[in-house]
């Protein structure tokens, strides 16, 4: 632990105690959050989590403590808890956005509608904000930031997700003065036909929901992810969907983007396959010859574009960083820049006819793909994010991208109020 951190660490355990989290969220990496901070960081107290189901919740606390958790109903039941050191559950998640007892909130349940609600609520509250959520922050990431600065708190993407390590990489590389022009991710496979049927199996064996094991392998995840990353980078994708080039190991991968890309703006992408199989790139761009002399010495390649990695990302254990990033500096770990720079869109994943409803991230009947925003704007394209609970107006075939004027949204969605909300806001500005 560096001495800045440690004496920051130790001021505020001085002056407030640990930083209280409240968790939204009980599915498996809610979980994983859960039995981590439990037990492997005094400085961070989980006061509560909030989840439909809170003997969920409570199952997972008792595996690490050995004993139930309370579940509380009321604001002052949370209070006095809270002053016990106790870690509780509750049904209802405005109540921990509301607490006084709480000073960030970690949301996790993977939702857009009821997350919104959620975020802005403990935003308004002057409650940090860490996003475990890729399909909120992909999709309304950009003017839910704008609320957390009008509050004057954090709102951030969790470091350990790919788009975090690929950030903090990026922010390193930055700070020894060379030149980023690239980043993504690493992925094993994509199918973009998968399904929650497809999927059940494999998903069982994991403990884990199958539509959200379908959003993995259909390249929804990956396309949420990777536009996360483009919104805090403000680089692009060099065409929809990305190139992810197939190769052996990730260190290829500055031989195998566009060069001419790179170097105007820089892209987001992924390896397909590549070793080490997990955690995330950056690429530097260098062109002096001596430079790069000095950087064949130390085995990074002939260049002129070099490839760093990270290679392992554990969203439940480095989340510890960015709860310390937010709550004792103010500094997020990945949030947009500003207007979107990426979108991701929704493509028909079978033959779709008048009527159907669409049924989300990792579903039946579409997946998503990244697509640069200007294109997705002038297309009026429709957000994969917001897709969930929409009826068709016309046939949509098969691998076709669905426009607003394709659909009929769901009547008073919070969700709707705030993409059109973050389009004017941005338009405003440009």
Same mark, same amino acid.
């Given at each position: ?35 981590? /901070? ?24 008792? &595996? ?12 002052? &039941?949370?209070?006095? *808890?809270?002053?016990?050191? =106790? ?19 970690? =949301? ?26 890729? &399909? ?32 903090? /990489? ?55 992810? /990777? ?6 980078? #403000? ?10 080039? *197939?190769?052996?190991?990730?260190? &290829?991968? #500055? ?99 008048? #009527? ?31 897709? *969930? ?18 659909? =009929? /949204? ?21």
């Amino acid at each position: 632990m560096n001495g800045k951190l440690e004496s920051a660490i130790q001021a505020r355990l001085q002056s407030d105690g640990p930083i209280r989290v409240a968790l939204l969220g009980a599915g498996a990496s809610a979980a994983m959050i859960m039995r981590h /901070l439990l037990c492997a960081v005094p400085w961070i107290k989980l006061a509560a989590v909030a989840n439909r189901d809170p003997s969920r919740a409570a199952a997972v606390i008792a &595996e690490i403590t050995g004993r139930l958790p309370v579940e509380v109903t009321a604001s002052g &039941e949370l209070l006095a *808890k809270a002053k016990q050191g =106790e870690t509780v559950v509750t049904q209802d998640a405005d109540l921990l956005c509301d607490s006084s007892s709480v000073d960030l909130v970690i =949301e996790a349940t993977g939702t857009v509608e009821f997350s919104a609600r959620r975020v802005l609520r403990a935003l308004a509250n002057q409650k940090h904000v860490v996003l475990v959520n890729a &399909e909120l922050d992909s999709t309304l990431g950009p003017i839910l930031k704008t609320h957390a600065e009008d509050h004057g708190v954090i709102l951030t993407h969790t470091d350990g997700d790919e788009p975090g390590v690929a950030m903090t /990489l990026l922010r390193y590389l930055q700070s020894l003065g060379l030149r980023t022009v690239a980043a993504g991710n690493l992925k094993g496979m994509i199918d973009k036909y998968r399904t929650p049927e497809t999927q059940k199996d494999f998903a069982a064996k994991l403990g884990m929901n199958p539509w959200k094991i379908a959003s993995f392998a259909d390249g929804t995840k990956l396309a949420m992810e /990777l536009c996360i990353l483009a919104n805090a980078t #403000g680089f692009s994708a060099g065409r929809r969907g990305m190139y992810g080039p *197939k190769c052996a190991h990730v260190r &290829e991968m #500055g031989k195998l983007l566009p060069a001419d890309q790179m170097l105007n703006g820089g892209l987001v992408d992924y390896a397909l396959g590549a070793e080490p199989h997990t955690g995330a790139f950056v690429i530097v761009h260098e062109d002096h010859p001596r430079k790069q002399r000095d950087l064949g010495y130390f085995k990074m390649g002939e260049g002129p574009f070099y490839v760093y990695h990270t290679p392992f990302h554990l969203p439940h254990i480095q989340i510890v960083s960015t709860i310390a990033r937010a709550a004792l500096f103010s500094d997020p770990t990945v949030t947009p820049l500003g207007a979107p720079i990426c979108e991701v869109i929704t493509i028909a994943k079978c033959d779709l006819q008048v #009527g159907d409803v669409l049924d989300g991230v990792g579903g039946f009947r579409a997946y998503g793909v990244i697509e640069n925003a200007p294109i997705s704007a002038k297309q009026n394209l429709l957000p994969m994010g917001v897709s *969930k609970g929409c009826r068709l107006l016309r046939n949509i075939p098969k691998d076709q991208p669905i426009t607003y004027a394709d659909i =009929e /949204l769901p009547h008073g969605r919070l969700c709707d109020q705030l993409r059109a909300q973050q389009f004017r806001h941005f338009a405003a500005r440009n």
